[in-house]
């Protein structure tokens, strides 16, 4: 199985302050702890999770090794704007993740081509066209083909169904899209 996840922040003291009406905790130990408990209960050893940017704030290279090491399936890390490069090198150096890319990656499932980043991207509405993305944490993304699945999103949660911190299924999503094309711009 495959899933996608964003925005998890592991050790960002001030994301509770944030973003109250997903992360509803009473310490940074409770909610990192209450995402890895999601995360293991819904992904497998053998399963991929590609995850959107932003896995920690300013948190120390221990306390990332810490945590990913309690997190199963192969980590496929997608670089965002808190994440530090080198952290993201020794973590793969490390092999506490599997791959991480700077910029983004494009998957095809199913006749949809995914272009997954952190950002969201304005890709002009084509047809099977998304940006899947994180970074704007609760904010609606703009465009009908954006879909944020930061664990933050209301389309996460409100759309989906999905507990707080749960990924979601790269299935599932593609199904998503399926059953709800893209509308395109009118023809002039």
Do not use: C
Not at 118 to 146: A, C, D, T
């Amino acid at each position: 199985m495959e899933y996608l996840i964003a925005d998890l922040h592991f050790g960002h003291k001030k994301i509770i302050e944030f973003e109250p009406s997903r992360r509803h905790f009473s310490s940074i130990e409770e909610m990192d702890e209450a995402l890895i408990q999601k995360w293991n209960e819904t992904v497998h050893y053998n399963d991929i999770v590609y995850i959107l940017g932003d896995i920690s704030m300013n948190s120390k290279y221990s306390y990332l090794t810490a945590i990913f090491s309690r997190l199963k399936g192969k980590k496929i890390i997608i670089q965002g704007n808190h994440d530090n490069t080198s952290d993201l090198k020794k973590l793969l150096r490390d092999g506490y993740i599997d791959a991480y890319h700077e910029l983004g990656i494009r998957l095809k499932r199913n006749k949809q081509k995914l272009y997954l980043s952190h950002y969201p991207m304005f890709i002009g509405r084509r047809k099977n066209m998304w940006s899947v993305h994180g970074h704007i944490h609760s904010l609606p993304s703009v465009e009908p083909n954006q879909l944020n699945v930061g664990v933050d999103a209301s389309f996460m949660k409100d759309t989906m169904g999905l507990d707080f911190g749960e990924p979601i299924l790269l299935d599932a999503l593609v199904d998503y899209m399926v059953a709800h094309p893209v509308p395109l711009y009118p023809r002039r």
